[in-house]
C-alpha cells in the first residue's frame, strides 16, 4: 500500500464524541496502521444549504450556493476512499447527511468527467440504538441505490447496532474491532 492512499472521512452524526464519531475514529485508526492519510470532516460543523432543484448546475456542476459544500467537494475529489458515517435516525440518515448527499447532485451533472465521483471506494459506518440491525435497511439501501447509480465501490459496510448512548460503541470490543479490521483491510485495497 502506498502512504499516497488518502482517506476522507465525513461524519453525518451531530453527536461529536458520539458512537458514528468514535466508530469512524476507529476506521481511520486502522487505515493510518497501514500507512493511509486521513482527514475527517464534521457535516454537523459545516454550512451546507439544501438543493434547490433549480438546476443552475446543469453542465458546470457548481451550485449557485456559496458554502463549506464546496471545500468538503475538493476534499472528495482529493481523497481515495471516502468514510461516510451516520446514525439512523427514523430509518434513514441524518438530515445533515442527508442535505450533504442532496448536493452531490450538481457536481453529478457536470459535462465534465466527474472527478469527485471517479474511482472512489466507500466505507460505510452506520449505527443505531436499536438492536435489530434491519433497521437500518433503509438508510444502507438508499446509499448502495445512490452508489450503484453513480457508479463507486462500496468497499466495507460497519453496521452496529445496540449503541445509543455515549460509550456504547466502545464498550463493543467487537464492533471496535470490526471498525478497525475495516480501516486495515480499506488501506490496503
Known amino acids: ?12 452524526s ?24 486521513t482527514e475527517k470532516i ?12 433549480c438546476d443552475a448546475c446543469e453542465g458546470t456542476g457548481v451550485c449557485f450556493q456559496r458554502d463549506d459544500m464546496d471545500h468538503i467537494l475538493q476534499r472528495m475529489e482529493d481523497s481515495d476512499i471516502w468514510v461516510l458515517g451516520t446514525p439512523v435516525y427514523w430509518w434513514g440518515a441524518t438530515a445533515q447527511f442527508k442535505l450533504f448527499l442532496d448536493r452531490w447532485y450538481g457536481p453529478w451533472h457536470d459535462n465534465e468527467p466527474k472527478k469527485a465521483f471517479q474511482n ?43 449503541v445509543y448512548g455515549f460509550g456504547d460503541a466502545e ?7 470490526n471498525a478497525r479490521d475495516a480501516g486495515q483491510l480499506l488501506a490496503c485495497s
Not at 500500500?1 to 453525518?12: D, F, H, P, Q, R
Not at 464534521?42 to 432543484?53: E, F, K, V
Not at 452506520?126 to 463507486?152: E, K, Q
Not at 464498550?171 to 474491532?177: C, H, V
Open 1 to 12: 500500500m502506498s502512504t499516497e492512499t488518502k482517506i476522507l472521512a465525513v461524519v453525518g
Open 120 to 162: 472512489k471506494k466507500i466505507a460505510l459506518v452506520i449505527t443505531m440504538g436499536d438492536t435489530d440491525a434491519s433497521t437500518a435497511d433503509p438508510t444502507l439501501n438508499m446509499f448502495v441505490r445512490s452508489f450503484d447509480y453513480i457508479g463507486l465501490e462500496l468497499a466495507a459496510t460497519l453496521l452496529a447496532p445496540g
Open 42 to 53: 464534521y457535516l454537523g460543523r459545516s454550512t451546507i444549504g439544501p438543493c434547490h432543484a
Open 14 to 37: 451531530p453527536r461529536i464524541g458520539g458512537n458514528t464519531d468514535v466508530l469512524v475514529d476507529e476506521v481511520l485508526a486502522g487505515a493510518e496502521e497501514k500507512g493511509a492519510v
Open 171 to 177: 464498550a463493543s470490543n467487537e464492533i471496535m474491532r
